[in-house]
Nanobody
Framework: QVQLVESGGGLVQAGGSLRLSCAAS????????MGWYRQAPGKQRDLVAT????????NYADSVKGRFTISIDNAKNTVSLQMNSLKPEDTAVYYC???????????????WGQGTQVTVSS
């Protein structure tokens, strides 16, 4: 089972920046892509951004395009999310996530981090 350890997050004023990192361990070879989701109180968990392990293609939620940047360090098995121009509506618990490659999905399911709080004050 892939294990994820998140770091970063915290409290920042609107317009500020934060950087989240997520280190993966275990059967790294089974991972197809890594990404971040977020969940605000009383709301569903939504995708923020994803990045493919092979090729590095990225996908962003419309609400964060132009402000957030996802990147990956394959040597360190770490995915990062640079968040700029933060808004109060970005306040949520942010979760790291992995999606397994199709060939491994039956043996190695998706994985979630424990979550890290991001609070943006107005």
């Amino acid at each position: 089972q892939v294990q994820l350890v998140e770091s970063g997050g915290g409290l920042v004023q609107a317009g500020g920046s934060l950087r989240l990192s997520c280190a993966a361990s275990g059967p790294i070879f089974s991972i197809n892509d890594m990404g971040w989701y977020r969940q605000a109180p009383g709301k569903q968990r939504d995708l923020v951004a994803t990045i493919a392990i092979s090729g590095g293609s990225t996908n962003y939620a419309d609400s964060v395009k132009g402000r957030f940047t996802i990147s990956i360090d394959n040597a360190k098995n770490t995915v990062s999310l640079q968040m700029n121009s933060l808004k109060p509506e970005d306040t949520a618990v942010y979760y790291c996530h992995t999606t397994p490659h199709f060939y491994y999905s039956s043996r190695y399911p998706e994985a979630w981090g424990q979550g890290t709080q991001v609070t943006v004050s107005s």
